[in-house]
């Protein structure tokens, strides 16, 4: 952005300019935001990630879990990861029980 030195203009004339580097101003920024792609989504999240995602508790999503409602990934140390496409079920009602079988 160029600086402008305002030294024996008329009203209307610095109306002009401020209007004309509004305009610019704004006709980038549309284009910058058409140009940018949206940042990809992780596949995992975290248990905190999920109950942010679906506005309830930690312990809801323990829950979930326990039910068979969300299948856990990759649980390493203290963190369970879930998919996000598995949490995004659960919020639309969509989700599968998950079943794991018992060896006899």
């Not at 704004?26 to 999920?50: L, M, S």
Request: proline share 4%; glycine share 4%; charged share 30%.
């Amino acid at each position: 952005m160029q600086n402008v030195v305002f030294t024996q203009l008329s009203i209307p004339e610095v109306r002009n300019l401020l209007r004309e580097e509004l305009e610019s101003f704004f006709i980038q920024k549309e284009a910058e935001k058409e140009t940018k792609q949206p940042e990809p989504q992780p596949e995992y999240i975290t248990k905190k990630e999920a109950a942010k995602l679906l506005k309830c508790s930690i312990a809801t999503i323990d829950n979930y879990r326990r039910n068979g409602k969300l299948k856990r990934y990759n649980h390493l140390g203290q963190i369970v990861w879930f998919k996000r496409s598995e949490v995004l079920g659960v919020s639309s009602g969509y989700a599968l029980k998950v079943v794991t079988s018992k060896k006899s």
